[in-house]
């Protein structure tokens, strides 16, 4: 059974750019959610999908959006890049929303904005 | 709010056994997860606890006090490979959402 998988795994982007980024969850999960993280913040919950509509979101401004197809792909956009985006940005996938279920995580795309 | 506490580092040495306490207090409870990460990985999902007490996998285990706002993982015989950083998450009353702690750093020394 495959895992989370997420694309690309390195990206590096100038300040102003916008980004997208994959995540494709484990066959059957249908919620997925996404996390930043970096060394000074640890992981930062951004948002969750489930049944491709958004159902929770973290405090972060609104450059950071995301979307979940049919089949519970789900893509991450930043808009605007800074500096400060620059970081490690996960995705966990997880069985159902209803009890929550075990979430496991993706390899990560690991962001860098110069 | 929410919050969840562990110890930053801990060190210990081959073969020993090692624990490692969170502390959280969150708005609701819906599990308590534990997750390993090497240096520039993906957190690796290690356990889960919903009702109180001891859950055992092999050389590691994770007890949780629901009462006490309490859980700890426990490694033993433990090896080189280690050496990582141990994630403690709460599920809270929103489930599709994990609170993380910052993280303790486990070196393992020979």
């Known amino acids: 059974k495959a895992g989370v998988t997420q694309t690309p795994r390195y990206l590096i982007k100038t300040r102003g750019q916008q980004v997208t980024l994959s995540c494709s969850p484990i066959s059957g999960h249908r919620s997925v959610s996404w996390y930043q993280q970096t060394p000074g913040q640890g992981l930062q919950f951004l948002f969750e999908?489930?049944?491709?509509?958004?159902?929770n979101k973290g405090n972060f401004p609104g450059r950071f959006s995301g979307r979940q197809f049919s089949n519970s792909r789900s893509e991450m956009n930043v808009s605007t890049l800074e500096l400060g985006d620059s970081a490690l940005y996960l995705c966990?996938?997880?069985?159902?929303?209803?009890?929550?279920?075990?979430?496991?995580f993706g390899q990560g795309t690991r962001l860098t904005v110069v | 709010g929410q919050n969840i506490d562990q110890p930053t580092e801990m060190t210990a040495t081959e073969g020993a056994i090692v624990q490692i306490n969170c502390t959280y207090q969150?708005?609701?409870?819906?599990?308590l997860f534990w997750y390993q990460q090497h240096a520039g990985e993906a957190p690796t999902f290690l356990s889960y606890?919903?009702?109180?007490g001891l859950e055992e996998k092999g050389r590691f285990s994770s007890f949780l006090s629901r009462s006490k706002g309490y859980s700890y993982l426990l490694l033993k015989e433990l090896q080189m490979k280690d050496s990582a950083s141990y994630l403690c998450a709460v599920r809270g009353s929103t489930l599709g959402r994990l609170y993380f702690g910052r993280g303790t750093q486990l070196t393992v020394w020979p």
């Open positions: 606890n919903v009702l109180d």
């Open positions: 999908y489930f049944s491709e509509t958004q159902r």
């Open positions: 969150t708005s609701g409870f819906n599990g």
């Open positions: 966990a996938s997880s069985l159902s929303s209803e009890d929550g279920g075990i979430a496991f």
